[in-house]
């Protein structure tokens, strides 16, 4: 079956420490980005890659960082995380650029206390 | 900046009506347009894609595209209770960048 997964699904934290959530699509799609969903605004674009080991930023990169070494996995790192990053992420994959359909993960809901 | 404006509602509509959702972009450079449907809680979902002016229509709906106007629109006939959701319009930019707007809720009343 054609997805994108995302673990972990539900995560509460506290301020400052570590996390990683992991984003894997099984389409071979070469498109990747994450977003983050906050009541009023909508999807924002944290960070996008366009191959492996080709990623830029997005709209509200401040406080991320993300890796592309596989093409089909793209984790998103919060080396310090901070109550403002508390939101639902979603992990998205496309056959190429951003011009085409994005498929969605099912989302993590992230909690920093 | 570059903005995609949508009503948040929530529009309520009575089963069996038409909804009609409206979404407005302010770069005139933009290329794709999409809308997306998003249950409560869950990720979003391609419902319709359109690249030109006019109408596109997929079951029981039509997007419409005015590029002139800078509106796109998105139109459910025969509404039913399944579609009460909110309704994602996003548009594609260019730069690898597609902006969604805030979405707009819909509740169809049985």
């Known amino acids: 079956e054609a997805q994108v997964t995302q673990n972990p699904r539900y995560l509460i934290t506290v301020t400052g420490k570590k996390l990683t959530v992991t984003c894997s699509q099984n389409?071979?799609?070469?498109?990747m980005s994450w977003y983050r969903q906050d009541p009023g605004l909508g999807l924002r674009q944290i960070y996008y890659?366009?191959?492996?080991?080709?990623?830029d930023k997005g709209d509200v990169p401040e406080g991320y960082k993300v890796s592309r070494k596989e093409k089909r996995n793209f984790p998103l790192i919060l080396e310090s995380p901070s109550p403002n990053q508390t939101s639902l992420y979603f992990c998205a994959s496309s056959l190429d650029e951003g011009g085409k359909t994005q498929y969605f993960g099912p989302g993590t809901r992230l909690l920093v206390l | 900046q570059k903005e995609v404006e949508q009503n948040s509602g929530p529009l309520s509509v009575p089963e069996g009506a038409i909804a009609s959702l409206n979404c407005t972009y302010s770069?005139?450079?933009?290329?794709?347009f999409f809308w997306y449907r998003q249950y409560s809680g869950k990720s979003p979902e391609l419902i319709m894609s359109i690249y030109s002016n006019g109408d596109k229509e997929d079951g029981r709906f039509t997007a419409q595209l005015n590029k002139a106007s800078q509106y796109v629109s998105l139109l459910i006939r025969d509404s039913q209770p399944s579609d009460s959701a909110t309704y994602l319009c996003?548009?594609?930019?260019?730069?690898?960048?597609?902006?969604f707007g805030a979405g707009t809720r819909l509740f169809v009343k049985a």
């Open positions: 389409m071979n799609h070469e498109y």
């Open positions: 890659s366009m191959n492996v080991e080709v990623t």
């Open positions: 996003a548009v594609y930019t260019g730069g690898f960048k597609t902006i």
């Open positions: 770069d005139r450079g933009s290329q794709s």
